[in-house]
């Protein structure tokens, strides 16, 4: 710890080489996992800037932040499907490996005025390992213009994930205020806007669209629609309505798929009991947010775990 200090008061710290490896649930991605020493400079590092932005974050921001997270998301789907007729619900393609990087540095200039912390930010976010590569045209762009800017931040960074809102609070602010929309929850890369106006929440999407092309982000706009709140909305694994929600059928199969992989490890003796009781228990404590007490019965029923040769 000695030398890291000693390697950030001169500026002559460079990032470690990231361990990167692929996820396929709920979709793949690449993961990218930071040496240990690297960790403990981002965790370091958001405790200094966090609060510089975090008291400017709108409320309905819930990803990454303390007493927000999923459930908090979810409940704030439901409080807002309850007082509006319709919701728009947007999710913005290949996010986090769209990130421009010039563009972000810009944003953390706003707020930070240390210049070494900005060194530090920048030595981050130009120590990032490659990302999928993403050729994609916003105007005044020519030709080489997506192949010239670096983009792209590691999922797995804590760095990444509070950079994320920091990259999207200007959506955020644009919607709430810009456009005066008071229904509006967003998670990392998944919003949703409310409103009682048909017609209006179309003239909305729109505008967000040519407010994302100035970030060089784009959402999926096919699945861009106005739906009427009183059908379920599917948002962070759940099917919300106004007055209940249950888990998503991909929630429910995945924990199945991930209760027999518990199975195989305790038959073969890899796992103990007292290993696998906190796993199953997290589960059932999640999906206890949703309409779920039948099915957490069923499903939990169905996971007998037997060592391999007893009996």
Not at 141 to 163: A, E, K, V, Y
């Amino acid at each position: 710890m000695l030398r890291l200090q000693h390697e950030l008061r001169t500026r002559i710290y460079r990032p470690g080489r990231y361990r990167a490896f692929y996820v396929s649930e709920p979709k793949r991605r690449l993961i990218s996992a930071a040496p240990y020493r690297d960790r403990v400079v981002h965790h370091a590092l958001i405790r200094v800037i966090g609060p510089l932005f975090e008291r400017n974050f709108v409320t309905d921001s819930y990803a990454n932040r303390i007493g927000k997270g999923t459930h908090r998301a979810a409940d704030r789907c439901q409080e807002f499907a309850r007082r509006f007729a319709y919701v728009l619900q947007c999710d913005i393609v290949k996010f986090f490996p769209s990130v421009d990087h010039q563009i972000l540095k810009t944003l953390l200039r706003s707020r930070v005025r240390d210049d070494g912390i900005l060194w530090l930010c920048d030595t981050i976010i130009d120590g990032s390992n490659e990302q999928e590569r993403i050729v994609r045209y916003f105007p005044p762009d020519d030709l080489f213009s997506p192949l010239d800017r670096r983009r792209g931040l590691p999922i797995g960074n804590m760095t990444s994930q509070f950079w994320a809102n920091v990259y999207l609070h200007g959506l955020d602010n644009f919607v709430k205020r810009g456009l005066r929309c008071r229904g509006y929850v967003r998670y990392v890369d998944d919003f949703l806007i409310f409103g009682d106006d048909k017609e209006a929440m179309w003239r909305v999407r729109e505008k967000v669209i040519e407010f994302l092309e100035g970030l060089r982000l784009g959402i999926h706009e096919g699945r861009a629609q106005v739906r009427p709140t009183r059908r379920p909305t599917r948002f962070l694994g759940y099917r919300c309505w106004p007055t209940h929600r249950f888990l998503t059928k991909e929630n429910i199969r995945r924990f199945r798929r991930y209760g027999r992989w518990l199975q195989e490890a305790y038959s073969r003796g890899s796992m103990t009991w007292q290993d696998i009781k906190p796993r199953l228990a997290a589960w059932n404590a999640h999906a206890a947010t949703a309409d779920s007490l039948s099915l957490r019965y069923r499903v939990l029923s169905a996971l007998p775990f037997v060592r391999s040769g007893s009996g």
